[in-house]
């Protein structure tokens, strides 16, 4: 199967959100109460079909705070037809997500995110790929989330940490940012 990657961030259309809501319904991928709309402006690349030039696969990011960086990267998620899964497509899609998102930024006064970070859900991946370095998509291992899934990430060749993100102390706790092996002082 031959496929194109169509890169539409920040270039959502109302015929490509009526098309995207089309494809997720079509393939069970909303949960429950989800705003297709929303989920659409989220969207990088769009995968489709060649033969028919259907969506057959989308890949999508929320810039957020990682607070143990303490630095804005993209979360990334991807969905694939289930048709269309083990075709080799995951590696494509994830370049041509980072070759747009790096492009974004380099536009940009001040880059919106330094690169991208991935919670790995797939086990056939873990299984297959267990390498603390992807060469291949250029992302790295740093630990394991709180569900106990491999976490990586992936930094925008030539581009410097942004000054640290102040979080908050009770938000800090939550998302266990103490380092690891160092207990945290008490204050009396």
Same mark, same amino acid.
């Given at each position: 199967?031959? #496929?194109?990657?169509?890169? &539409?961030?920040?270039? %959502?259309?109302?015929? /490509? %959100?009526?098309? *995207? ?23 990088? %690349? ?15 990011? =929320?810039?957020? &705070?990682?607070?143990? *960086?303490?630095? &804005? /990267?993209? #979360? ?29 930024? /380099? ?8 690169? %991208?970070?991935?919670? =790995?859900?797939?086990? #056939? ?23 106990? *899934? ?39």
């Amino acid at each position: 199967m031959a #496929y194109q990657y169509q890169t &539409v961030w920040k270039q %959502i259309t109302p015929e /490509l %959100i009526t098309e *995207l809501t089309d494809f997720w319904v079509r393939e069970n991928a909303l949960p429950k109460g989800a705003q297709p709309a929303r989920r659409a402006e989220q969207v990088v %690349i769009v995968m489709r079909d060649d033969a028919d030039g259907s969506i057959v696969a989308v890949s999508s990011v =929320i810039a957020r &705070v990682v607070p143990r *960086l303490r630095q &804005v /990267l993209y #979360y990334y998620r991807t969905f694939c037809a289930e048709k269309h899964r083990r075709n080799n497509t995951s590696i494509p899609i994830m370049q041509a997500t980072q070759t747009a998102l790096r492009d974004y930024n /380099l536009g940009l006064p001040k880059p919106e995110a330094i690169g %991208i970070i991935v919670e =790995i859900e797939s086990t #056939y991946i873990n299984q297959r790929y267990p390498e603390a370095f992807w060469p291949a998509t250029m992302f790295s291992f740093i630990g394991y989330s709180p569900r106990g *899934l491999p976490v990586r990430v992936h930094y925008f060749t030539d581009f410097k940490l942004q000054p640290p993100v102040r979080i908050a102390r009770a938000q800090g706790r939550a998302a266990g940012a103490a380092p690891a092996g160092r207990p945290r002082r008490r204050t009396n």
